[in-house]
């Protein structure tokens, strides 16, 4: 593999310091899947054409500035490829994007209608504090005195953005919230303060700017692809009996 202080490194040793370093199992398993989604793309009878294969190139190259055959020759050198490891890496590429459709169509509005609130987003401004004593007193002055939610943010939040942004977190994904904050936030009313909650040791207000449903966007389509894709990976290393051996032998 290469040679240190002219004694050769061998692959064994390669591959130990991986596994020491817990990243063996990674690679390892992700092999595993290219050999899956190549069996698999055979028996669907799934293949990449040469203009499939040369749109790929061009925009593999466009995307790296790589305009001249010389630039993508010195860029294969330095990253120790070839031009048939490269067009090796795209078809399996192309391969894998046309059998993840191939093995989600259908099922992609089917998981959404069932699945709508997962995808459910809040427009939300955070208020974070030391204590829960000050956390409520701040929600007091909210909700009993009318105070502004982002003037109080920019004053007493030790959130160092807050003090730009009022504690404006933005859109943030259903999924990304504790479900205690989940629960409260979906609960409420746009224009609600809910909290406190805890954050390590301190806590924090959540206003409630605005609720966004699920919508089944392009990029929400990719992502149930991706997670039923990944579903069938996992049903087809079952089926197939995979068993990781190389650690038996390091």
């Not at 099922?107 to 000050?134: C, E, H, I, M, P």
């Not at 007493?156 to 629960?183: C, F, M, W, Y």
């Not at 809910?194 to 924090?204: E, Q």
Request: net charge positive.
């Amino acid at each position: 593999m290469a040679r240190v202080n002219g004694a050769d490194l061998s692959l064994h040793e390669v591959l130990f310091s991986l596994k020491l370093k817990g990243q063996l199992s990674t690679l390892v398993y992700q092999a595993v899947t290219e050999r899956l989604v190549s069996d698999a793309a055979v028996k669907e009878g799934i293949t990449v054409d040469d203009a499939e294969l040369q749109k790929a190139a061009d925009a593999f190259r466009h995307g790296r500035g790589l305009n001249r055959s010389d630039a993508t020759h010195q860029w294969l050198t330095a990253h120790k490829l070839s031009a048939d490891d490269l067009e090796t890496g795209l078809s399996r590429t192309i391969l894998c994007r046309k059998l993840i459709r191939k093995v989600t169509d259908g099922q992609v509005d089917k998981y959404f209608a069932t699945n709508t609130a997962r995808f459910d987003r809040a427009r939300l401004s955070r208020l974070v504090v030391a204590g829960a004593g000050k956390a409520r007193e701040l929600l007091s002055q909210i909700q009993d005195d009318g105070q502004d939610f982002a003037d109080l943010a920019r004053k007493h939040s030790i959130d160092p953005r807050a003090k730009e942004t009022g504690g404006n977190l933005g859109l943030v994904p259903r999924k990304q919230l504790a479900p205690a904050v989940e629960a409260g936030v979906f609960a409420a009313k746009p224009g609600a303060v809910v909290g406190p909650y805890p954050i390590g040791d301190n806590f924090y207000l959540v206003k409630v700017e605005e609720l966004v449903p699920g919508q089944l966007t392009p990029r929400v389509q990719t992502f149930i692809r991706r997670h039923l894709f990944r579903r069938w990976l996992n049903d087809r290393a079952k089926s197939a009996g995979v068993e990781i051996k190389v650690h038996q032998h390091l």
